[in-house]
């Protein structure tokens, strides 16, 4: 059974948290043997009633005095670059969350420190592992329904997040604001099922004090067609949204909420249920996230589904996307 470790019980890191119960109650893959987080009160969560888990304040006693085998890294966003080197230097395989980090060259060196020690790194964009989204892949890649023509993401939130240790979600140069934390999902699956666009024209608005793109909208071109996405986390008591509509040649499919649907030439719109559809995941992304690499890790694979180098590209598109936004210009890709 491999042994694992928590870093950071804040808001993603209680639910990576709770998943991690799920593996000591249910299988014999994986067992959470320790949890780190400089706040004191937020240890204060772990439930022992789920298993003896010790309890750390600093990241280097807990790797000294552990033996692991994985960690999952759910810090602020400027700490995941020191953070998943610093374990990957003493041997240890990371799940680290989304935004890999800021900028690309700290990608690279995650990635080259992920290969000297010759351990797995993988980055949290769990709609990789998200049945909605599987099948949009599935869908696009068999050509189901020919080819697509248009695309359109939303994913928006009410209001800044008003969470976060030191305010760090309000701090641009800690978080990279909307675009990086919110946006992502969607630059990300997006690149996943369409490849890399030739190009970028954006529109970014500052909502919030020492903030650069809190409203965004987005144009990225492909050489047949052009996919359109917007986010914002500066609405006003709305719930959270993350939608998409893509048409293809036959159909178009839907997806609002919870609830897919497709409709075709030859059938009106209709709810698809995914538990009908073999190959297509229908649990938690983060759970199964976690999963894949423990199993990597237990089966002597490589990550192959969610690479880093994967994750860096998003990271290349986003500054891109910031750098149209700003400027007002169309960037190259």
């Not at 804040?10 to 949890?35: A, I, P, Q, W």
């Not at 304040?57 to 085998?69: P, V």
């Not at 144009?219 to 893509?246: C, G, N, Q």
Request: glycine content about 8%; some cysteine; overall charge negative.
């Amino acid at each position: 059974m491999l042994k694992a470790g928590l870093i950071g019980c804040g808001s993603m890191g209680g639910g990576h948290l709770g998943n991690y119960y799920r593996f000591n109650r249910e299988n014999d893959l994986l067992r959470l043997v320790c949890v780190c987080d400089i706040r004191e009160e937020r240890l204060n969560i772990v439930n022992q009633s789920e298993g003896e888990i010790r309890l750390y304040q600093d990241i280097d006693e807990m790797l000294a005095k552990e033996d692991l085998d994985m960690v999952t890294i759910a810090l602020p966003t400027y700490l995941h670059h020191d953070a998943a080197i610093k374990c990957l230097e003493h041997g240890v395989n990371v799940l680290c969350e989304k935004p890999m980090a800021l900028t690309v060259s700290d990608c690279d060196e995650m990635i080259a420190a992920a290969e000297k020690a010759g351990k797995l790194l993988l980055i949290g964009q769990c709609l990789r592992f998200a049945g909605n989204y599987v099948y949009l892949k599935k869908l696009v890649e068999e050509k189901t329904y020919g080819d697509v023509i248009a695309a359109h993401f939303i994913r928006c939130s009410s209001c800044r997040p008003p969470f976060g240790w030191n305010n760090w979600f309000m701090k641009k140069e800690l978080s990279g604001g909307g675009l990086y934390d919110l946006h992502i999902h969607d630059a990300d699956i997006m690149r996943a099922i369409f490849g890399n666009p030739t190009a970028v024209s954006a529109v970014t608005r500052p909502v919030f004090e020492d903030s650069v793109n809190d409203s965004f909208a987005g144009l990225y071109h492909y050489p047949s067609m052009v996919i359109s996405a917007e986010s914002d986390w500066s609405r006003k008591h709305f719930p959270f949204t993350a939608d998409y509509t893509v048409n293809f040649e036959r159909a178009t499919l839907n997806l609002h909420g919870d609830v897919l649907t497709l409709a075709t030439t030859e059938e009106p719109m209709h709810t698809v249920n995914l538990n009908d559809i073999p190959g297509i995941p229908t649990d938690d992304p983060y759970y199964l996230e976690t999963k894949y690499l423990a199993e990597c890790i237990r089966d002597g694979k490589p990550n192959t589904y969610n690479p880093p180098f994967e994750s860096r590209e998003t990271i290349r598109l986003l500054n891109a996307a910031n750098e149209s936004g700003m400027t007002g210009v169309t960037v190259k890709l």
